[in-house]
């Protein structure tokens, strides 16, 4: 009796999308002994996105998983260290704030049934800088590496924190290719897909090749959207109401020599959007993000080269519609990367999205095998449409600024807050925020959640200090134990920043 033949996820592009979902695929498959196999089709005449990019600590998290080498990942993709984001100029000009993404809680024994929040609460009502009490705040200030020499020569890590990284997502692609090894490999372009007739299923690509035949299609076609757009029709959701940008024109900036690689992301808020500046260790990756309902690309550019005091050369000129596919699985085809949804990068939280998705479907969807039903594809739509629309939502917060000085920011400070962030808003005047005001994800995967909304509503001048300092004196007994807490903390952090590494330093070591 012959064998079945094996069941086959075929990849369309090799961008970061589909190369983490070739190995994050992969390991599904061997971890439940599946009969299936997992076929990447990309084409090299179709150049990957390329631009500087950020991560957040759950790229980290699934390094650590596969067991890959931190350093040699560094090393292989000219990554940085990432700690968090510096905004400038986002609450009004001249004033900057810093997101660290490591959360003090996590590591403090918790006060009986104390909210999830305390420090955060705590240190609101003392009037403190919320990012005293965390250890990514000293870093990226001082700009260090998450790591100590020890006298041996070895490294000794600072803290139990991940990091995040900034990186060349093409060299990312090459490193991630690397690692899923046994994944068949086919450069073709597809134009087009048969599909059965009765189920509207795909069946096979068509490409400048032939066909290729499979079971089920992973469309990481980028902005293309190949597969689930051209072939599919799925419908695409525009935020355009709640977030106000729609162009990019990235470029790189030289680093100075000898200077110091910033361990965090800058969000540089301008007159018509903001600027990102992304180390790599070969170069800064910049970008202006910005609306051309208020400017021309031509306006867009002197402005930069006014902030910066230098001119640039633009490398491309993007235009987007941010948003998402209404259901980004249809019958047998799931998009992923941008090819399922595109937010402005301000939070980096599009291959994180991309990465906890893929968790989400190898955890809850691939458990029984590869036979998926509508309630599989019901399930994952629901997921994943909350989980954009919740990072659109923490985005839109960032836009809740005292700036007026531009047409666009008039713009955002009229009519321009998604539903959510006027809900929230509107509840946080009544109680301190907490993780009981969000709902978390399906095997409660990392989300923006209150850890990530407190620096943030602390750098806009958002938390209501009085309710904080009710909270505190109707609590005296959490009150001196988030003191404690806070103090030990804070003064730990302190003594622990100085004997890191210098973040250069530490790069051109490995
Ligand atoms: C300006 C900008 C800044 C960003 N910054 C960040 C950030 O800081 N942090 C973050 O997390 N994310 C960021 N992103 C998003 C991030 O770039 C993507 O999520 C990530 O790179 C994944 O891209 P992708 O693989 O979906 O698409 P791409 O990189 O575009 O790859 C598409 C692949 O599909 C192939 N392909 C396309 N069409 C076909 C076809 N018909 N046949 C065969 N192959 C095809 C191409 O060859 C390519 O391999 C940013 C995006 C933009 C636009």
Redesign the pocket.
Known sequence: MSEAAPYNFVI???????WLAALMLQEAIAKRNMNAIVTV???????????????TAVFRQMLKHFGFDEFEFLRETEATIKFGIRHKDWRRKGHSYDGPIDDPHLVMEPPGTRPQSYIDIFSCAAGRRLADTHLFAYLLDQQKAPFARKADGGLVPLGPFHHAYHFD?ALV?KYLRRKSSSVEMID????GARRDPASGNITALI?DVGEVAGDFFID?????R?LISKVMGGKWKSFKEHLPVNR?M?FWLEHEEGAEFTPF?TAWAQGAGWM?M?PTQARMGC?Y?YSDAFITPEEAKAEIEATLGRSIEPRND?K?DIGRQETPWIGNCLA????SS?LE?LE?????G?IVQLLVFTTFHMKDGVDFNAKDRDAYNAFAGRQVDDFRDFINLHYVSERRDTPFWEHVASDFRSPATRERLALWQRKMPGHEDFTPLPGHFAHTEQQLYYPVLDGLGLLNRPLAQQFMDANPTLRAKAKAAADSLTAEYRAAAPRAMGHREFLKSL
Do not use: D, M
Not at 12 to 18: D, E, F
Not at 188 to 191: C, I, L, Q, R
Not at 348 to 352: F, K, L, P, Q
């Open positions: 369309v592009g090799g961008g970061t999308a589909g089709v990309e084409s090299s005449r179709i150049p990957v996105i390329g631009v500087g990019e950020g991560s997502q692609g073709a372009e597809v134009s490409t990481c076609t980028g902005f293309r190949s990019a990235p992301t990102w992304i970008g993000v993007l987007f992923l990367g941008l090819a595109f990068p980096a939280t599009s291959i994180h991309t």
